[in-house]
């Protein structure tokens, strides 16, 4: 699962949003994430050459196509959809034993979300192309990195749904296996608190 799918999922059963997400492993090599940092540090746009995204088009009004927002925007409402996004982070809990990847997600929600806040304020003659370096490691840490287990919680109803080998189980309460799922939760219960682990969890809790 990557984490820009994370933005569109709601609870099956309820239909709240945003979900919790906790991440257990990633699939992605922790090597990746220190490139993604010093890509962007080093201000390289070498990934938008070889990928065109994201995309800024000129014309009349100013766009933006990228992989997270996918349909092209005019660039203030481009902005206020990243910045959105970007605000659901905060429902992220990085519990793998990574460091480089905790730096990433925290300098999206901090760092660089605050700079398209205050650039969004006027953004009239503005260039859209300083924007690049953050907009090209965004694009990398929520498109290209893979979560190999985590775990999702609606915190309306209480259901969580395990992410195992990088994909959501998000099935109806019938069609869940209660074996394989309590097997999942007990292996990663170190990994959540004590707090979780009272909740009155659904379709079912250890």
């Given at each position: 699962?990557?984490?820009?799918?994370?933005?569109?999922?709601?609870?099956?059963?309820c239909?709240?949003?945003?979900l919790?997400?906790?991440?257990?492993s990633f699939?992605t090599?922790e090597?990746l994430?220190?490139k993604?940092?010093?890509s962007?540090e080093?201000?390289?746009?070498s990934?938008?050459?070889?990928?065109q995204?994201?995309e800024?088009i000129e014309?009349?009004?100013l766009y933006?196509?990228?992989?997270?927002?996918?349909?092209?925007?005019?660039?203030?409402?481009?902005?206020?959809?990243?910045?959105?996004?970007?605000?659901?982070l905060?429902?992220?809990?990085?519990k793998t034993?990574y460091?480089?990847?905790?730096q990433?997600f925290?300098l999206?929600?901090?760092?660089?979300?605050?700079?398209?806040?205050?650039?969004s304020?006027?953004?009239k003659?503005?260039d859209?192309?300083?924007?690049?370096?953050?907009?090209?490691?965004?694009?990398?840490?929520m498109?290209?990195?893979e979560?190999?287990?985590g775990?999702?919680?609606c915190e309306?109803?209480?259901r969580?749904?395990?992410?195992i080998?990088?994909?959501?189980?998000?099935?109806?309460?019938?069609y869940?296996?209660?074996e394989e799922?309590?097997?999942f939760l007990k292996?990663h219960?170190?990994?959540?608190?004590?707090?979780f682990?009272?909740?009155?969890?659904?379709?079912?809790?250890?």
């Amino acid at each position: 699962m990557k984490p820009w799918l994370f933005n569109l999922l709601a609870c099956p059963i309820c239909k709240s949003f945003p979900l919790k997400l906790f991440i257990f492993s990633f699939e992605t090599r922790e090597e990746l994430f220190e490139k993604y940092l010093k890509s962007y540090e080093n201000n390289d746009l070498s990934y938008k050459s070889e990928n065109q995204i994201p995309e800024i088009i000129e014309g009349d009004e100013l766009y933006i196509r990228d992989n997270i927002i996918i349909e092209k925007k005019p660039l203030k409402q481009y902005l206020d959809k990243l910045i959105s996004i970007l605000n659901e982070l905060i429902h992220i809990i990085d519990k793998t034993p990574y460091t480089l990847s905790k730096q990433c997600f925290n300098l999206a929600y901090k760092d660089i979300k605050n700079e398209f806040i205050e650039f969004s304020k006027n953004i009239k003659n503005k260039d859209a192309k300083k924007l690049l370096p953050e907009l090209i490691f965004l694009n990398r840490l929520m498109v290209e990195t893979e979560i190999e287990a985590g775990l999702l919680l609606c915190e309306k109803c209480n259901r969580w749904y395990p992410i195992i080998d990088t994909i959501p189980r998000m099935l109806p309460d019938e069609y869940r296996s209660k074996e394989e799922e309590l097997e999942f939760l007990k292996a990663h219960k170190d990994s959540l608190n004590e707090n979780f682990l009272d909740l009155d969890l659904k379709p079912f809790k250890l």
